[in-house]
């Protein structure tokens, strides 16, 4: 393929609105190089904004010179560009690919723009489905990345259906410069591996296996999206709200999953822990997972940490929530008349709302210092002049307020 037929590929597939503004993930290797002069060439013809964005993860000792290279070259070609660190410290024990690409989609997702456009091609979606499949994946993890992502980052692929060899060209033609990441080059790594020692192989007795197994992937994306499917109907029969809102906690009924069979029980437990964008436990993990919420005595509290979430199961519900952090018992904040309060060690906020005839007097409390203070047992509270004293716990457990 020469350069001008993957200018025209890309121009064809990438129907955005004009005006959009387009930020491109720029890592200075050549995929993205290369997508950053496709899209400087497309913008004016289309009136989009481009910028750029390069992730410096502080991995390589040339982290560095990457930056200063990405930015000498958005500089030549007017693209404001934007260079954000990110410590990869605290992620290590997902290990290092899986670490680095969390903290890039975290970084996209802060940006303000209308599409994140990324270098993905085909040869990457070929490695990451076989890296999928000898992982174990089910279906949602051999599925195709979409040219167009529909999560709340809108992630555009215009490269998705040329390969690796489509890009060196047109970085060849148009004398391209970029940085080569030594680490692409260590086969420890199992994309490496796969890469140098088994895709040329491969190429050798199948030619055209990249066009194959991206249909598989094509396959795969489908197979997903008919268990959704099955999942969403699942969620709603023949219970009305199986999958409930309570004050912003979604939950799923236990009942309703112990009448499903075990293969649409698992399917609908999957769903619901992946719509709120928790990682997907093993096939055996899941699976015990399932067990515990569902044998359980009726009366019993479950809970199950996994990949830093935590399930639970809590009066006949099943709720799903990042892992609660350590934090100190005996720390005290004051309340001095704010709308809002905010509580570093629980990641949360405490809103302060009023409400004529309900609550607490607003001048009583105007007239005391206000201390909040977490729950340490054997609080009472005599919710009105007219009721007896209650134990704390029991009028919390009595209005469904979650113990956690």
């Known amino acids: 393929m020469n350069s001008d037929n993957l200018f025209a590929k890309v121009a064809a597939q990438l129907a955005l609105p004009a005006g959009s503004h387009l930020l491109i993930g720029l890592s200075g290797g050549v995929d993205s190089v290369v997508l950053l002069h496709l899209l400087h060439r497309l913008a004016p013809q289309r009136g989009w904004q481009l910028s750029a964005l390069h992730v410096h993860h502080g991995i390589s000792p040339n982290a560095d010179a990457w930056a ?33 690409r969390k903290l890039r989609h975290a970084a996209f997702a802060d940006q303000h723009c209308d599409f994140v456009v990324l270098a993905h091609h085909l040869d990457d979606q070929v490695e990451t489905l076989l890296l999928q499949l000898l992982r174990g994946a089910g279906v949602r ?25 489509d890009i060196l060209e047109y970085a060849a033609f148009h004398q391209l410069e970029w940085i080569e990441d030594e680490s692409n080059l260590d086969d420890d790594y199992p994309r490496n591996f796969l890469r140098h020692q088994l895709l040329p192989l491969l190429g050798e007795k199948f030619p055209a296996y990249r066009a194959t197994l991206a249909r598989s992937t094509q396959n795969f994306a489908e197979a997903s999206a008919l268990l959704d499917d099955l999942a969403r109907i699942d969620a709603t029969e023949p219970l009305p709200h199986p999958v ?12 309703h999953l112990q009448a499903l069979s075990l293969p649409r029980a698992k399917n609908l437990l999957r769903y619901f822990l ?11 993990r899941l699976d015990d997972m399932l067990h515990q919420l569902c044998a359980a005595r009726p009366d019993a509290s479950v809970c199950i940490t996994f990949g830093g979430w ?95």
Not at 75 to 98: C, D, F, K, T
Not at 393 to 398: D, F, I, P, R
């Open 274 to 284: 992946y719509q709120l964008g928790a990682p997907m436990p093993q096939a055996v």
């Open 310 to 404: 935590q399930v639970r199961r809590y009066q006949g519900r099943v709720y799903a929530a990042p892992e609660l952090c350590e934090f100190d018992s005996q720390q005290r904040l004051t309340w001095q008349g704010e709308a809002e309060l905010a509580w570093p060690a629980l990641h949360t906020r405490i809103l302060f709302n009023t409400f004529k005839g309900q609550g607490i007097s607003l001048a009583k409390l105007q007239g005391e210092p206000v201390t909040l203070r977490l729950r340490s047992g054997g609080e009472t509270l005599r919710p009105s002049v007219h009721s007896a004293t209650r134990t704390l716990k029991n009028l919390l457990q009595e209005h469904h307020i979650l113990p956690w």
């Open 141 to 165: 993890g051999a599925a195709a990345m979409p040219v167009l992502g529909t999560g709340a980052t809108k992630i555009v692929r215009p490269l998705l259906h040329s390969s690796r060899q």
């Open 244 to 255: 409930a809102k309570r004050e912003d906690i979604h939950t799923l009924g236990v009942s």
């Open 68 to 100: 200063v290279f990405c930015v000498r070259l958005c500089a030549a070609l007017a693209i404001p560009l934007q260079v954000e660190r990110v410590n990869i410290a605290p992620l290590r024990a997902h290990g290092l690919e899986a670490a680095a």
